[in-house]
């Protein structure tokens, strides 16, 4: 491990903790009424905080303080919240954060209303953000809650179809995943009152790490080890949901595999799963993703350095949050859960 990701590492433990506490503070603000306990229930099971640990970095990096951050990186993960919530009940998902998802411990209804929820009280949060960034903040948040939406519009419909493209799959995944991040590294810049050009410079590294972050999610829930996913190992397959893999597969099959995968989609016969997954692994189409990946956090770190050259005193806030940044691809894509 090289001195930069310990670097990394450490920061990111620095922002979990002072989001925490943060987090624990603004909810008081709510009562103890049934409306919020799957809040305070998925709220409380976790996650990686992965975007709200962006929004300090970049905040921090380009000058900003944490608590300056914290509007923002509290609306980023309420709304992420929000989606995860609602994005169980689509994809039928048992587990979440390795505990029994909202709509399993509580219906449908409720998991719909505390969703909905969520997603004002991320409204409610970013409110308090430095008034001289709100009008960018709201512009970006609602732009990032609306793509979002399309996203997994597209990801639903893509179910249903016999063939997707490559490129439609990594439009569908810019749009349900990588805006978030994206999103959240651009509202860290802004929160600091960075200019134009480095919200913008931020946002594009952010689309990056986000098309790997979600190359990572596809691998794991066809490969993750189920001790630690924390999710339903094999749900993509179920749902045939048009990853990476099953696109690649589908187009590097021969009749035989072709049929097969084929009749495997629409049904849900016992042992589907592991008879893809066979699939998967003799085509190769593992080792494609994990190189398609590669690729992004390649581009990624481009975008950051050509950032750097272009505007030399942009990131100079704090030597830890720009370590966290640099380190934070990488990161991604060791990720295992
Ligand atoms: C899950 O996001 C949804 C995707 C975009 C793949 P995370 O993997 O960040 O979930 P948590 O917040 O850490 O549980
Ligand atoms: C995540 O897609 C996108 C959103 C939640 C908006 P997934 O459906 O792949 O996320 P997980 O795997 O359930 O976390
Ligand atoms: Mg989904
Ligand atoms: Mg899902
Ligand atoms: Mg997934």
């Known amino acids: 491990m090289t001195t930069q990701t310990f670097d990394a590492r450490a920061a990111m433990e620095e922002y979990r903790a002072a989001f925490e506490s943060g987090s624990e503070d603004f909810f008081t603000r709510y009562p103890d009424s049934e409306l919020y306990a799957p809040v305070r229930y998925l709220m409380g099971l976790g996650g990686k905080r992965l975007r709200p640990v962006l929004v300090m970095a970049a905040c921090e990096a380009?000058?900003?303080?944490k608590d300056e951050a914290l509007p923002a990186a509290?609306?980023?993960e309420l709304f992420h919240n929000f989606t995860l919530m609602h994005d169980d009940i689509m994809d039928e998902a048992p587990l979440r954060r390795g505990h029994a998802t909202v709509h399993e411990k509580w219906g449908d209804n409720l998991a719909i209303l505390s969703g909905d929820a969520l997603h004002v009280m991320a409204c409610e949060a970013l409110l308090d953000a430095p008034e001289g960034a709100l009008p960018s903040?709201?512009?970006?948040?609602?732009?990032?809650?609306?793509?979002?939406?399309?996203?997994?519009?597209?990801?639903?419909?893509?179910?249903?179809r016999d063939e997707v493209a490559l490129e439609e799959y990594m439009e569908m995944i810019r749009l349900k995943t990588s805006v978030l991040l994206a999103a959240a590294l651009f509202m860290g810049g802004a929160s600091a009152?960075?200019?134009?050009?480095t919200r913008e410079a931020l946002y594009a590294f952010g689309l990056h790490v986000g098309l790997a972050f979600q190359l990572q999610d596809d691998y794991l829930d066809a490969f993750g080890n189920p001790?630690?996913?924390?999710?339903?190992?094999?749900g993509d397959i179920l749902?045939?949901?048009?990853?990476f893999l099953l696109i690649r597969a589908l187009e590097k099959a021969g009749e035989a595999d072709l049929e097969s995968l084929r009749a495997?989609?629409?049904?849900?016969?016992?042992?589907k799963v592991e008879r893809v997954l066979d699939i998967y692994r003799r085509l190769g189409v593992d080792t494609e993703l994990r190189k398609a990946m590669a690729d992004e956090v390649a581009l990624a770190e481009e975008a950051l350095i050509r950032m750097k050259a272009s505007r030399p005193d942009a990131l100079d806030g704090s030597e830890a949050a720009l370590a966290l940044l640099q380190g934070i691809a990488e990161m991604v894509t060791a990720r295992l859960n």
Do not use: I, P, W
């Open 62 to 65: 380009c000058g900003g303080s």
């Open 74 to 76: 509290l609306a980023v």
């Open 137 to 160: 903040l709201l512009r970006m948040y609602h732009r990032t809650a609306l793509e979002v939406c399309e996203g997994q519009e597209q990801d639903m419909a893509f179910e249903t």
């Open 193 to 197: 009152g960075a200019d134009t050009v």
């Open 227 to 234: 001790e630690n996913f924390g999710k339903q190992v094999g």
């Open 239 to 243: 749902s045939d949901k048009k990853t």
């Open 264 to 271: 495997e989609l629409g049904a849900k016969r016992k042992g």
